[in-house]
């Protein structure tokens, strides 16, 4: 169960209490080969320098302590490396960690470190926190610096961070975007609005999600996205446009797994027809959303319809694409979006609660998820 693909000490303080992160081998850390997790990718040269992101944690005084594994080439929602070797889910071993930032959401829920940075194409973030017990974040597209992350060309992927606690996650936020207003993420968002989007997902998930929403009293009211399932089937579409380009040269090597040779094969059929409706979804569901956020404050909603399935189910091809049903969509109109662990009340597994926010209003996501978070401790 390999979560770090290295492990090292990098720190420019010697405080022996420095908070500890992790960095997903999506970004850049000089001297420091990334590979992405690829067997295509195990010769590439080390990193001349930092990520940005990396960079700015070190400059406020984090301490690196490795890199984590993930899905190859940043291609799957699984987690599932049998190059690398597959991160723990720490919330049943049996189960899948989630792609495909899985290592970083592993070493988080395992406690091994008290943050980890990952990246969000379409839930890669989001997606594993709920798989594993953890918060993820998403920022809003663009606003945290990609410099020194792969792929180099992009429109949906993000930088974000996993944390245990809310607290640290702000904390995590103030160091890697210079822009974030730390005040406005703690303060009292009480008597904000909540728009509880009417989606498709397992009952005891939604009851999961309509029970953290009543115990976090805020006044809700029901919205519909009638663009939603729309935006998810746009969203693969120029996912696989953009990671064909980025990587469809490997699939000459002969040594990706199967899943991702397979799923970029399929990928370079992707027609400029194909990206021509994506984009005219892309626009309109944004709009969408954009207009449901003049009318509340915050959105929330599953953020898997469905606990994790298993490793033996996703080994013998059970079909997972519909896990990022509900997390894709946000890709595509590049709001933030956070995912929290609530409790299912029928299972140890916590289900993940998805925030999203106007964009650029990562600040008010995080309020409310941190004050969803102090009222289910109450209740505890």
């Given at each position: 169960m390999n979560v770090f693909l290295q492990t090292f000490n990098l720190s420019a303080t010697d405080r022996a209490d420095a908070p500890t992160?992790?960095?997903?081998?999506?970004?850049?850390?000089?001297?420091?080969?990334?590979?992405?997790?690829?067997?295509?990718?195990?010769?590439?040269?080390?990193?001349?320098?930092?990520?940005?992101?990396v960079q700015r944690l070190l400059d406020a005084g984090w301490r690196i302590t490795g890199k984590t594994n993930m899905h190859e080439l940043a291609f799957g929602m699984t987690g599932i490396n049998d190059y690398c070797g597959t991160p723990l889910n720490p919330q049943d071993a049996a189960r899948i960690p989630g792609g495909s930032s899985s290592g970083s959401a592993s070493a988080v829920g395992q406690k091994l470190v008290d943050a980890a940075l990952g990246t969000d194409t379409g839930g890669s973030v989001r997606g594993p926190a709920?798989?594993?017990?953890?918060?993820?974040?998403k920022p809003t597209f663009g606003r945290v610096s990609r410099h020194g992350v792969a792929p180099r060309a992009t429109t949906l992927d993000c930088v974000g961070p996993f944390t245990r606690e809310m607290d640290t996650l702000i904390r995590v936020m103030t160091a890697i975007d210079p822009s974030f207003r730390e005040d406005d993420a703690r303060r009292d968002v009480s008597q904000l609005r909540v728009g509880v989007l009417s989606v498709d997902a397992d009952e005891d998930i939604a009851t999961a999600i309509a029970s953290a929403i009543k115990q976090a009293g805020l006044a809700t009211q029901t919205i519909e996205l009638a663009l939603l399932k729309d935006a998810f089937t746009a969203g693969i579409a120029v996912i696989n446009a953009e990671t064909s380009r980025a990587f469809g040269r490997l699939v000459e090597s002969g040594k990706l797994g199967a899943d991702v040779e397979a799923r970029l094969r399929a990928a370079a059929a992707t027609s400029a027809?194909?990206?021509?409706?994506?984009?005219?979804?892309?626009?309109?569901?944004?709009?969408?959303?954009?207009?449901?956020?003049?009318q509340v404050d915050v959105l929330v909603l599953p953020t898997?319809?469905?606990?994790?399935?298993?490793?033996?189910?996703?080994?013998?091809?059970?079909?997972v694409i519909a896990m990022s049903s509900l997390t894709r969509p946000f890709n595509l109109s590049g709001h933030p979006a956070l995912s929290l662990p609530v409790p299912t009340g029928y299972s140890t597994l916590?289900?993940?609660?998805?925030?999203?926010?106007?964009?650029?209003?990562?600040?008010?996501?995080?309020?409310?998820?941190?004050?969803?978070?102090?009222?289910?401790?109450?209740?505890?």
């Amino acid at each position: 169960m390999n979560v770090f693909l290295q492990t090292f000490n990098l720190s420019a303080t010697d405080r022996a209490d420095a908070p500890t992160i992790a960095i997903k081998d999506s970004i850049d850390i000089a001297g420091y080969a990334t590979t992405a997790a690829s067997r295509a990718l195990a010769d590439a040269p080390p990193a001349s320098g930092h990520a940005e992101v990396v960079q700015r944690l070190l400059d406020a005084g984090w301490r690196i302590t490795g890199k984590t594994n993930m899905h190859e080439l940043a291609f799957g929602m699984t987690g599932i490396n049998d190059y690398c070797g597959t991160p723990l889910n720490p919330q049943d071993a049996a189960r899948i960690p989630g792609g495909s930032s899985s290592g970083s959401a592993s070493a988080v829920g395992q406690k091994l470190v008290d943050a980890a940075l990952g990246t969000d194409t379409g839930g890669s973030v989001r997606g594993p926190a709920a798989c594993c017990g953890v918060i993820g974040l998403k920022p809003t597209f663009g606003r945290v610096s990609r410099h020194g992350v792969a792929p180099r060309a992009t429109t949906l992927d993000c930088v974000g961070p996993f944390t245990r606690e809310m607290d640290t996650l702000i904390r995590v936020m103030t160091a890697i975007d210079p822009s974030f207003r730390e005040d406005d993420a703690r303060r009292d968002v009480s008597q904000l609005r909540v728009g509880v989007l009417s989606v498709d997902a397992d009952e005891d998930i939604a009851t999961a999600i309509a029970s953290a929403i009543k115990q976090a009293g805020l006044a809700t009211q029901t919205i519909e996205l009638a663009l939603l399932k729309d935006a998810f089937t746009a969203g693969i579409a120029v996912i696989n446009a953009e990671t064909s380009r980025a990587f469809g040269r490997l699939v000459e090597s002969g040594k990706l797994g199967a899943d991702v040779e397979a799923r970029l094969r399929a990928a370079a059929a992707t027609s400029a027809a194909d990206l021509d409706a994506a984009e005219r979804v892309r626009r309109a569901f944004t709009d969408e959303v954009d207009r449901a956020l003049d009318q509340v404050d915050v959105l929330v909603l599953p953020t898997l319809p469905s606990l994790p399935i298993t490793l033996e189910a996703a080994r013998a091809g059970t079909p997972v694409i519909a896990m990022s049903s509900l997390t894709r969509p946000f890709n595509l109109s590049g709001h933030p979006a956070l995912s929290l662990p609530v409790p299912t009340g029928y299972s140890t597994l916590k289900a993940g609660l998805q925030v999203i926010g106007r964009k650029n209003d990562d600040e008010t996501v995080c309020a409310v998820a941190a004050h969803i978070e102090a009222r289910l401790a109450q209740s505890v």
